[in-house]
Nanobody, 128 residues
Framework: QSQLVESGGGLVQPGGSLRLSCSTF????????VGWFRQAPGKEREAVAC????????IYADSVKGRFTISKNNAKNAIYLQMNKLRPEDTAVYYC?????????????????????WGKGTLVTVSS
């Protein structure tokens, strides 16, 4: 199964910002909903944000609402996660995945159910 490629992670101080990217050269992301997920050490993977195929619908986990923004650029075949006001508890490996099975239809969902093409992730560390 084709994998997405995440990038943009790194070390940032609390209150800082990072922008993560999710892309692939193997197929177009324009037709699928895409989600961002994260997994912190010793914790289960959780959904962070998702965006519908049209880009009209975005949904955020309560823990990141107002701080993170998901967006897509069809011309660059990329999905972005702008992360502002980062906190130590945002430290995790961040993954993206597609709803290539069409489970969510014209919308998207904060769930790993039905999501495919998981990338290897990019590490975000928030620490002073």
């Amino acid at each position: 199964q084709s994998q997405l490629v995440e990038s943009g992670g790194g070390l940032v101080q609390p209150g800082g910002s990072l922008r993560l990217s999710c892309s692939t050269f193997e197929y177009t992301l324009e037709y699928w909903a895409v989600g961002w997920f994260r997994q912190a050490p010793g914790k289960e993977r959780e959904a962070v944000a998702c965006i519908s195929s049209s880009g009209d619908i975005t949904i955020y986990a309560d823990s990141v609402k107002g701080r993170f923004t998901i967006s897509k650029n069809n011309a660059k075949n990329a999905i972005y996660l702008q992360m502002n006001k980062l906190r130590p508890e945002d430290t995790a490996v961040y993954y993206c995945a597609t709803d290539s099975g069409g489970v969510y239809g014209a919308s998207c969902g904060l769930s790993s159910y039905g999501m495919h093409n998981w990338g290897k992730g990019t590490l975000v560390t928030v620490s002073s």
